[in-house]
C-alpha cells in the first residue's frame, strides 16, 4: 500500500504526517521542537546578542526534527519504507536564509557563526522595518504596478525587506550569499539536490507574478545600487507551484531517513496555505478560515478580479491553474488574550483559580449565556490596525456602549462579535467582486471554541464547517506528495482530486439561527457605521496614534 | 462670642459644626451614622417588604441623629449653649415625605406604620420612574414652560413623580397627607414650629418659579383628576430663600438641645449647593463643582439667561437675588469605580494587595507618570448618559484607541481625562451663554485626588482651587444661621458677606502646564468629533440600548 510523508515546519517546531496515500488515513504523526528554538536574545553557543525585534532559526534544527520524526512515524506506524512514495512540505514564511552556491547556509560556514545576518530570518524578524518602509514608498511613488496588488504596503515580514536589512548592515554576508531562499525551498534543495522556489512563497511574500515576474531592475537599483540585480543573481531557479515534482530522494537524504531514492519530493507550500488543502479545500469557491492569534482568509478563483480591500492574490499560489486570494485580520484571538491578560478582572480569575478552568472558560460560558445585542456593545477590532478591507495599520480599536452595567462577559462576547463582522466585512468584499464564497470552512485553534464558531456563523447567516483534521497543515504537505508522486505510483493526478480523497469530512457543521441572525444584522449595521467612520471619514485614530508617539517620546 | 450651627444631613449619617459666627473658624464636628440607614428591602421593624428601586428613611433617625451631634458639638467645644446665635440646615433633596396637619410623620401615625408610602423617601428612590416619564411626556405634550429649564426630562427622583406614586398606589395615605414636604424644610419646621419651603429644593425639585410659581392645576389634573390641587393643598408653605430667617428655636427644641430660644434658624438649602457657599462660593461668577460618584456644577449669575444644554436655573435658588444655575455629569468617581471592579485586570490587584494600598492608588500612581496622549486613547465618559449638555440617558461610554500595547494605566488615565473634557464641555456651554466662569473651584471627594485635580486644571487650561473646608456643606448651612442671626447678633448681612468671612482660603490651586493644555487641546478636538457624532448625528448609541433591552428579555 503507498504512503505519503507530510513536514510542517512551524514557529517551534516541526510536525511529521505519515497518510495512506489514496484515503488520506493518518498512519502516525510526531513533533519535535527545535533545539534553539526562536532565537531572540544571542546566537546559539555565542555571546553575540542580536537588536529589538530580531528572531532567527537555526538550520540544523529543521534537518535534525526532520530525521526525528520521519524516524519517529515509521518506527510508530510500522509502515514497511519502500511503501513511501511521496514527501511534502510546509514551512512559515517569509523564512528566509543565505546560502553558498552549494546551498550550505553562511551561518555554519567557517568564520560566519558569529554574524547574526548569516543566520536564517524568522517570519516574525520585524527589524526590517525600515527597510520595508523605503520598499513600500519607492513603489509607491514609482508607481510599481505589483504594490496595488498587495494592498499598497510591503510588510517588513517579507522577502525584499528582509535581504535588504542584509545588504545594509552586513554588505559581506550579503556578497557571499550565493542564493537567498525560503526555507521551505531550502529544505527541498537539500533533499533532492534540486533548486526550485514555490510559487506560494514567491508570490505572497517574494513579489513574483507568474505572468510579470519580480519587481524590476530599476526599482531595486533606486532602492540600492548594490541591490540591482537581486533577483537575477540571488533569486534564480525556477518557480512552480506547489505539489508539482521538484526532484526525488536524494542518495544521501534517502540513507539518512531510511527511505528509497524513488520518494517523489513535491515543491512546497507555505504552512497557512498548507492547511487549506488539509482542511478539505482543493477547489475554487470555498472561503478557507485560519483562526489563530490573527486569522488569514484563503478563497481560489479562476481567475484574477481587482477585489477591493484584499491583500494578496497570486496565480498558483496554493492550486496550479487558479489564484489564490488572501485577506487577513491582524489579530483576533490576540485581542481576547489581551483582554484576559489586561482587561479582565480580577473576579474572573478568582473564579477561574475556583473552578480549575481557564479565564477563557470562565468568560465564554457566561458570554455563552447571552443573547445577540443582550450586551449593549459593539466593538470595532482593529487593536492591531486593520489588515483587511482598509489596510491601515494606524487604526485602532473601538468599545461603544459602556454602562455602569458592564460586565466582563459582555466585553469578552463583544470582542467576538467584532472580529465576526470584520469577518463578514471580507465575505462581503468578496461578493461585491463576484467571487462569493460557495462554503465558509474554518481551521486553526480558535476554530475548536464553540462560542466563536457559533456567534460566526449567526453573523454571517451562513453555515460553518470545522475542518476535519486537527494537522491541517502536514496533511496538506502529504497531499502535495501524493500529488508529486502521481496516480501511477497510487497517489493523485491532481491537488483537486488529493484533497477530495485524502481530507476527512468537517468535524463539525454551525449553523445560524435566524432570530439570532436577526440581531446581528442590526448589529452589523452598527458595526459598519463605525467602520466607515473610524476608517474612512475621521482621522481621529491615526492623530491619536501621533499623540501617543510624540507622548512616549516626551 | 457669638456661634452658630450647621446641620448637613446626609445619606448614612448627619453631621454637626459649630463654628465661630464671625470667622467661621470650626469650634468642634460631631457625626451620627442613622440607625435604619437607607431603608430598601423592608420598613423597619416590620416583616413588610419593599419593591425594586425602592429608598426611605426613618425620619426619627434625622432628630435622634440631631440631638446627639449637637450635643456632641456642644460638649466637644466647650461652648457656652448661650452664645450659639443661629443655627442653619442642609439635607438631601428630593427627600419627601407626608406628615399630618401638625408635622407628625404619617409614618408614625398609629395604624399606618406598616404603610410603605407613609414613610419619607429618599432622593435615590427610583420607583417613580412610570410617573415621572408621565410627568414628563405630558409636559411635552401640553407645551409646559417649565419643561426646558429642566433640560426637557422631568427626574423619578424628583418631588411630582414621588409624591404621584403616593397617590396612585397609596390613594388612602395620599388623603391623609396634609402636606409633603422636603426633609430639610420638615426639619426647619419641627426646630421653629413654623413651616416654610426653601427655593432651592423647591426650584431644582419641585418645579417652582419665582415669578411663575408651581405648574398649573390643568396639567396636575391631566396627569390624574385626584391631582389637580397637589400644590395647593399639600405643598403650601411660603418660598424663601435658603438663609432667610425661618423662625426661632421652639421651646420644646431649646430644652432638648440644652440651647437658648433666641436661636434664630434660617431656612434650609439642598446638601451640594451647601458645599458651595461653604467651599468658599457667595457670589457670581466663580462656576462649583462637587466631585463624587457624579459631578454637580453650579453658577451664580445675576439673570436668567437659557444656557443650553444646562438643566436647572432657580433664582434665588442659594443666594437670594441670584439665579443659581447647575449643570451636572452622571458619572465621574462611577466611572473609575467601575473600572477597578469589573474592568482592572488582576495583576493591579495583586500589585495593590503587596503595597497595602488600594487599587486606584496603584493605577493613580502609574497614571500619573503617563503624558497626556501617551494612552492613545480618547474616551466618552457617558457611562450613566449624558446630562449635560445632551441631556440623553441613552447614550452610553465609548472608548477609542485600544490596542494590544494598551494597558490599565492608559484606561484609567483616559477615563480621568475623558470626565475632565465633560466638565471642560460644560464650562464652554456657560462661557457661550456669556457665563464665563470666573474662577474654577472643586469640592467632594475626587477633589482630595491630586491627579484628577491636575488633568482638570491642564484639560480646562484654568486654575482649578480646592475647596478649603472638609466639610464644606455643614459649613454652608452654618453659615445660613449666622446670615439668619443678622449682624446685630453676631453673625453676617448677607450671604456673600458670610461666605466672605467664614470659609477658609482654598487648600490648594492647580495651575495648568501649557505643553500638557496643548496636548490636551488636541485631544479634546477629538473629543468633541466624537460627542458630536455620537450625541447628535448617529443614533448609534440609542439602537444599541433598544437591542440590549430586547437581548435581556429575550
Redesign the interface.
Known amino acids: 500500500m503507498p504512503f505519503c510523508l507530510g513536514l510542517d515546519f512551524g514557529t517551534e517546531s516541526v510536525r511529521a504526517i505519515l497518510v495512506d496515500a489514496r484515503s488520506g488515513a493518518t498512519m502516525a504523526t510526531s513533533v519535535d521542537r527545535y533545539a534553539d528554538g526562536v532565537i531572540e536574545h544571542a546566537l546559539p553557543g555565542t555571546v553575540v546578542t542580536l537588536g529589538t525585534d530580531w528572531a532567527l532559526q537555526n538550520p540544523a534544527d529543521w534537518l535534525d526534527g526532520l530525521a526525528r520524526t520521519v524516524a519517529g512515524v515509521l518506527s510508530a506506524s510500522g509502515v514497511d519504507p519502500a511503501d513511501v512514495i511521496g514527501l511534502g512540505v510546509d514551512f512559515t514564511s517569509c523564512t528566509v536564509l543565505p546560502t553558498d552556491a552549494r546551498g550550505r547556509p553562511l551561518c555554519q560556514i567557517d568564520g560566519l557563526v558569529n554574524q547574526p545576518h548569516a543566520w536564517p530570518k524568522l517570519w516574525k524578524h520585524h527589524a526590517a522595518q525600515p527597510q520595508a518602509d523605503r520598499v513600500t514608498e519607492l513603489a509607491a511613488e514609482s508607481g510599481a504596478r505589483w504594490l496595488p496588488r498587495y494592498g499598497g504596503r510591503i510588510s517588513s515580514e517579507w522577502m525584499l525587506p528582509k535581504a535588504l536589512q542584509v545588504l545594509e548592515e552586513a554588505p559581506e554576508i550579503y556578497r557571499r550569499a550565493a542564493h537567498v531562499l525560503e526555507g521551505g525551498d531550502w529544505i527541498v534543495w537539500q533533499l533532492t539536490a534540486t533548486l526550485t522556489r514555490n510559487a506560494c512563497a514567491a508570490g505572497y511574500k517574494g513579489l513574483w507574478h507568474r505572468r510579470e515576474g519580480y519587481p524590476s531592475r530599476a526599482y531595486l537599483a533606486a532602492l540600492d545600487p548594490r541591490f540591482e540585480r537581486f533577483y537575477e543573481e540571488k533569486a534564480t531557479g525556477n518557480v512552480s507551484a506547489p505539489g508539482s515534482l521538484a526532484g526525488r530522494l536524494s542518495p544521501a537524504w534517502a540513507a539518512r531517513l531510511g527511505l528509497g531514492t524513488d520518494v517523489e519530493v513535491a515543491v512546497p507550500i507555505i504552512d497557512a496555505h498548507a492547511a487549506v488543502l488539509g482542511g478539505g479545500v482543493g477547489e475554487a469557491g470555498p472561503l478557507f478560515l485560519i483562526m489563530g492569534t490573527s486569522t488569514c482568509h484563503l478563497l481560489m478563483a479562476s481567475g484574477e478580479s481587482l477585489v477591493p480591500g484584499i491583500a494578496g492574490v497570486v496565480e498558483d499560489g496554493i492550486v496550479p491553474g487558479l489564484h489564490g486570494y488572501e485577506a487577513g485580520q491582524a489579530?483576533v484571538g490576540?485581542?481576547l488574550a489581551?483582554y484576559v491578560?489586561?482587561?479582565?478582572?480580577?473576579?474572573?480569575?478568582?473564579e477561574a483559580r475556583a473552578a480549575g478552568c481557564s479565564v477563557h472558560d470562565v468568560l465564554s460560558e457566561k458570554a455563552a449565556r447571552?443573547?445577540?445585542?443582550?450586551?449593549?456593545?459593539?466593538a470595532l477590532d482593529?487593536?492591531?490596525g486593520n489588515r483587511c478591507t482598509l489596510m491601515n495599520s494606524e487604526l485602532?480599536?473601538?468599545?461603544?456602549?459602556?454602562?455602569?452595567g458592564?460586565?466582563?462577559e459582555h466585553?469578552y462576547r463583544a470582542l467576538i462579535e467584532a472580529t465576526a463582522f470584520g469577518t463578514r466585512v471580507i465575505v462581503e468584499a468578496f461578493e461585491s467582486a463576484g467571487l462569493a464564497a460557495t462554503r465558509l470552512v474554518a481551521g486553526g485553534g480558535l476554530a475548536a471554541n464553540p462560542l466563536v464558531m457559533q456567534v460566526y456563523s449567526d453573523v454571517c447567516g451562513r453555515d460553518l464547517e470545522v475542518a476535519g483534521s486537527p494537522q491541517a497543515s502536514a496533511l496538506g504537505a502529504a497531499m502535495l506528495g501524493a500529488v508529486a508522486a502521481g496516480p501511477d505510483r497510487g497517489g493523485h493526478a491532481s491537488l483537486a482530486e488529493a484533497v477530495a480523497h485524502m481530507a476527512p469530512p468537517p468535524s463539525r457543521v454551525y449553523r445560524p439561527d435566524a432570530?439570532r441572525r436577526k440581531?446581528y444584522d442590526?448589529?452589523y449595521r452598527?458595526y459598519r457605521?463605525?467602520y466607515d467612520?473610524?476608517g474612512r471619514t475621521?482621522d481621529?485614530?491615526p492623530?491619536?496614534?501621533e499623540?501617543?508617539v510624540?507622548?512616549?517620546r516626551?
Chains 1, 2 share one sequence.
Open positions: 489579530a490576540d485581542i489581551w491578560q489586561h482587561a479582565a478582572p480580577a473576579s474572573v480569575h478568582d447571552l443573547a445577540p445585542g443582550e450586551s449593549g456593545l459593539v482593529w487593536w492591531n485602532s480599536g473601538v468599545l461603544v456602549g459602556l454602562t455602569l458592564t460586565r466582563p466585553v432570530p440581531t442590526e448589529l452598527c457605521e463605525l467612520a473610524f475621521s481621529a485614530m492623530r491619536l496614534r499623540l501617543r510624540k507622548g512616549v516626551s
